[in-house]
Each structure stands twice: as structure tokens, then as C-alpha cells.
């Protein structure tokens, strides 16, 4: 994956990164196999599947709107990741969604139909906005309502379920998974009609942005790793303790 971030910037414009600055190159280094199967989930206009094509992986793309995807030599298949996939059990070596969970109504039967798919020792790397942050905490404590999930991000992209840490954490226990990284794509935040703020990285505000520290309080989008492992889960599903 030496060169992912060239093939980043020379992604074509008609299928380039429509999401935060940065979270592509953030996800796509922590893959950290050279080559084998890659599950890109919820591949949209197919930059990512595109990059990882030209980077020597054989990759398989799914969508709930395949039509809008725009890479003639690769093909992507219709799929509700609220559902299960069709595939079969450990099949890749890799799953990569991004900006993918925070639209799921269900996101933890994706993220164990994710570990089903995936060989002992796959990863599941995905992307969501940052709900652990200053900044959402501060706008929480303002008035009940998280960057990125307010009334324009539902309305306009259909953003539905926040995900925090703790909770990929207890899903893990349901399930043959372990939480293995969390990294953050830069500090900032959205405007207020609660979209990305696409600055180019450059200016006196990015550059004083950039000198702050990077972590789970300044972080605008949470780009997580996550492991199969051979373990039983340690929790059952619904389990009420007597």
C-alpha cells in the first residue's frame, strides 16, 4: 500500500472522495495487507474500489444504489446492509466501509455479518463522523443534537445512527471481534448546514487547526479498525442476567 496516497490524488474526478478531507487517506493506511480479497461496502460512485483495483487487490463492491456507480472495468452489486450479505463465510480479507454505519439502521448486524465474511485475522475498517468530540459534546450540551446528525444531514444523506466508541466496543463482545485501532482524519467541524467544510487544507485556519493535537476530542471523523479473531463472543445477544 506504498503508493495508496498517490493513487488518492490521482483518483478521476467523476469518482473522487466525496466525503470529509482526509478520511480516505486516514482508512485506506490502516489496511496493512498487500494484497487478497477486498470487500468495499457501500462503494458509491467507486473511487475506493477504483484505488484499491490499481493498488493490486481483487475487489468486490456492493451499494443499495449500484447505479451510481462510475468505474466501467470493475462492477458493483446491489445490497441492504441493513440485511445480510450474500456471501459466504470467511471470503475476504478485508472489509472497508466508509462513511457507510452512521446511514445503517442497523449497524451491528453489519458489523457481525462483516466478521462472518471475513478469514481469522481480517479486518473491518470503517469510517464515521467523530460523536466523541469537543465539539459535539459542546453542541450536545447546547441543545440535544450531534454535528452531522442534525435535521440537514438526515434530510439531505440520510444520517441515522450515531455510533460511539463504547458501543463498537460491546458489539465486538457479541461477536468474534476485537477492537483494534481508532485514528481521526483532522480537527474540525461541519458548517452549519451541517456538511463538510472543504477548504482545500489551506489558509491561516488550517494551518493553526493542524498544529493542535489529533485525537478523540478534536477529531472530526473516527476511522475504526477491527479485527476477527477466533474467540467464542463473551455476550449473547438480548441476554437478560437474572
Partial sequence: MNNINDLIRQCPDDIAPQTAPGVWDV????????????????AGRGGLSWILNQAGYNVTSLDLHPEHFNVPELQCEQSDL?????????????????????????????????MRVLKPGGDLIFSTPNVES?????????????????????????????????????????????????????????????????????????????????????GEIACYKLRKTIKEPEISIGTHLA
Fill in 134 to 218: 469537543l465539539v459535539s459534546r459542546i453542541s450536545y450540551f447546547r441543545n440535544g443534537l450531534l454535528p452531522y446528525f442534525k435535521e440537514e444531514s438526515f434530510v439531505g444523506c440520510y444520517h441515522v445512527t450515531p455510533i460511539f466508541s463504547w458501543a463498537v466496543q460491546r458489539c465486538c463482545q457479541t461477536t468474534n471481534a476485537k477492537l483494534i485501532d481508532i485514528q481521526y482524519s483532522r480537527i474540525d467541524w461541519p458548517r452549519s448546514d451541517d456538511v463538510p467544510r472543504y477548504d482545500g487544507n489551506q489558509g491561516l485556519r488550517r494551518w493553526l487547526l493542524d498544529k493542535l493535537p489529533l485525537n478523540r476530542l478534536s
Fill in 27 to 42: 482508512a485506506l493506511n490502516m489496511i496493512d495487507i498487500n494484497k487478497g480479497n477486498l470487500l468495499v461496502a457501500g
Fill in 82 to 114: 441493513n440485511e445480510s450479505l450474500a456471501f459466504n463465510h470467511e471470503l475476504f480479507d478485508a472489509v472497508i466501509a466508509i462513511e457507510v454505519f452512521e446511514h445503517l439502521e442497523n449497524p451491528w448486524h453489519f458489523l457481525r455479518e462483516a
